[in-house]
């Protein structure tokens, strides 16, 4: 079993920055993507960025040149860089593991709010 346990939520400005942090524990195969998602209310939930254990990366282009990804594999940690923030940014941030062997996030967090006012 794996767990995932995001930090670093909370309320800015718009055009400000925050920094996303998710921890994974458990039994967790070498190989395996980390990403982050997000759900707004009334919306689905999609992919803002994805990290593979080989560090290629991908993002929403919603995102793309304002936010980051990153992984430190030896703490089993994944990061979002989150800057110039805007207030359609706001919603629930999820961090997700898929192992190798799943076509689909497998684990999630629990979810940390991010909150952009205008």
């Known amino acids: 079993q794996v767990q995932l346990v995001e930090s670093g939520g909370g309320l800015v400005q718009a055009g400000g920055s925050l920094r996303l942090s998710c921890a994974a524990s458990g039994t967790i195969f070498s190989y395996n993507t980390m990403g982050w998602y997000r759900q707004a209310p009334g919306k689905q939930r999609e992919l803002v960025a994805g990290?593979?254990?080989?560090?290629?990366?991908n993002y929403a282009d919603s995102v793309k040149g304002r936010f980051t990804i990153s992984r430190d594999n030896a703490k089993n940690t994944v990061y979002l860089q989150m800057n110039s923030l805007k207030p359609e940014d706001t919603a629930v941030y999820y961090c997700?593991?898929?192992?190798?062997?799943?076509?689909?996030?497998?684990?999630w967090g629990q979810g940390t709010q991010v909150t952009v006012s205008s």
């Open positions: 990290i593979s254990s080989g560090g290629n990366t």
């Open positions: 997700s593991l898929r192992p190798f062997y799943s076509d689909n996030p497998r684990y």
